[in-house]
């Protein structure tokens, strides 16, 4: 089972959006990104590097935010 969420990371002037991509199984992080600007391709990025180096897990978790 994969689980993704997206934050913001604060910086001292400003912020950056963070995208993780983790397996609940091993908590092993699989893919992330991090840009200042959250836009559907930021996601979809992240997802790719994923799936072609693990393959398509059973079950893909989000907690479907405001985002």
């Known amino acids: 089972m ?3 969420d997206i934050t913001y ?3 001292k ?3 950056v ?22 836009d559907t391709a930021f996601c979809v990025d992240c997802l790719e590097e994923a799936l072609p180096r693990y393959g ?5 978790n989000s907690d479907q935010g405001s985002q």
């Open 2 to 4: 994969w689980s993704t």
């Open 9 to 11: 990371v604060r910086l």
């Open 13 to 15: 002037q400003g912020f």
């Open 17 to 38: 959006y963070l995208v993780a991509i983790m397996d609940w199984y091993s908590r092993k992080v699989l893919s992330w990104r991090i840009r200042n600007t959250m």
């Open 56 to 60: 398509a897990p059973e079950i893909f």
